[in-house]
């Protein structure tokens, strides 16, 4: 394990910039409260663990954002797993301008960024443009997803 930031249901500013991990992973789980931040830009995250970013169990509190921004992530199966992740009320992701890449190219299941349950609420969005992916799939949405009065999924 790299580095793991568990929630607890207040406010929180995370910030990784200009950051090199070569072993681990960055694991966020629990809830992160209103207003919080989670900024991850222009870093290189390279692990040999399944995953180099991984939420596990998360809901983002109204108006909180994650913003995956200008990094070079590379994970052995996923470079980004959304385990399962809730946006409520104005929150959003963002992932934007990143090379996402995986090692493993001899399976159907490596996925530059895998969604396996997310939940864009009310005024929430989800948004992934100008990424450069190098995996078996690009963007997966593997299991549930689901979008409610004026929630926005744009890729």
């Given at each position: 394990m790299g580095l793991s930031i568990k929630g607890s249901g207040t406010r929180v500013h995370v910030s990784v910039t200009s950051s090199m991990l070569y072993s681990g992973d960055l694991e966020f789980e629990g809830h992160f409260g209103v207003s919080s931040q989670i900024l991850v830009a222009g870093s290189t995250l390279v692990t040999t663990s399944s995953s180099a970013i991984h939420f596990l169990r998360s809901t983002f509190g109204e108006n909180t954002k994650l913003?995956?921004?200008?990094?070079?992530?590379?994970?052995?199966?996923?470079?980004?797993?959304?385990?399962?992740?809730?946006?409520?009320?104005?929150?959003?992701?963002?992932?934007?301008?990143?090379?996402?890449?995986?090692?493993?190219?001899?399976?159907?299941?490596?996925?530059?960024?895998?969604?396996?349950?997310?939940?864009?609420?009310k005024g929430s969005y989800f948004d992934v443009e100008n990424n450069t992916m190098s995996a078996?799939?690009?963007?997966?949405?593997?299991?549930?997803?689901?979008?409610r009065s004026a929630g926005l999924l744009r890729v």
């Open positions: 913003l995956l921004l200008d990094n070079y992530i590379e994970g052995d199966i996923y470079a980004v797993y959304l385990s399962v992740v809730a946006l409520v009320d104005g929150g959003g992701i963002i992932v934007k301008g990143n090379t996402l890449r995986t090692k493993k190219k001899d399976d159907k299941s490596p996925s530059a960024l895998l969604v396996e349950t997310v939940d864009v609420g078996v799939n690009g963007i997966y949405l593997f299991e549930v997803t689901t979008l």
